[in-house]
Structure formats: structure tokens, C-alpha cells
């Protein structure tokens, strides 16, 4: 799984599943949420904008369902990805043709 960090003073980062529409945020405050139906284009507007915690806070809270995670396999994996240094990001790191690869397969930016 791709985790992608965020700009945020309240969002840690991010995970998105596109086939399931589900994008997971984990908050600085440890806990992990995940939300149902978000469309790929508003996931990846989160991942982009200027301060996430405001798009989150204006733009997924209020219009998608939210439930926390609790002891999944999902939220272990991006509990050690997100503590884990920059450098093994470095070598993880998905070429563009990769990329262009998982988005034709519905599976960017967050594989099944």
C-alpha cells in the first residue's frame, strides 16, 4: 500500500483505495478513519491542496461516511510506513510507467 503524506497540522496521511472508493486518513492524534464512496478526484484534491486538515474538514467530514479502524492489517501497515524514514520512501519509489500501469488497472494510487 501507498501511503501519501499530507500538509496538515491534523492529517498525518493518507490512503486511497479506488476500487472500493474508501480513503483511510490517519490523524496525528494516532487515530485512523476510514471513509466510504470518496470519488478518486476529491481523494487526490486532498493530496494536493495547501492544508488538508481544511479541504478535510470542509470536504469529506461532512458529505462522506466515516468509522474507525481499529487493529486492522491496513492500519498496521501504514502505522509502520508513515513511522518509517524517509529513505526507504526513497527506494519505494513507482516510475511513471508503473504508475500509468496501476492507474489502467484501478489501482492507483493505492493498490487493492
Do not use: C, H
Not at 472508493?21 to 470518496?38: A, C, I, Q
Not at 487493529?71 to 508513515?82: D, I
Not at 524517509?86 to 493498490?111: D, E, M, S, Y
Amino acid at each position: 500500500m501507498d501511503i501519501i503524506k499530507v500538509k496538515s497540522s491534523m492529517i498525518e496521511a493518507i490512503a486511497y483505495n479506488s476500487r472500493r472508493e474508501n480513503l483511510t486518513v490517519k490523524f496525528k492524534n494516532g487515530g485512523f478513519y476510514r471513509y466510504s464512496d470518496v470519488p478518486a478526484d476529491v481523494a487526490e484534491e486532498l493530496q494536493n491542496v495547501k492544508s488538508a486538515g481544511n479541504f478535510f474538514s470542509s470536504e469529506i467530514k461532512p458529505f462522506y461516511n466515516g468509522e474507525k479502524v481499529n487493529g486492522s492489517k491496513m492500519e498496521k501497515q501504514m502505522a509502520e510506513e508513515v513511522a518509517a524514514p524517509a529513505k526507504k520512501a526513497a527506494t519505494t519509489a513507482i516510475t511513471p510507467t508503473r504508475k500509468a500501469a496501476l492507474i489502467k488497472a484501478g489501482a492507483w494510487p493505492f493498490p487493492v
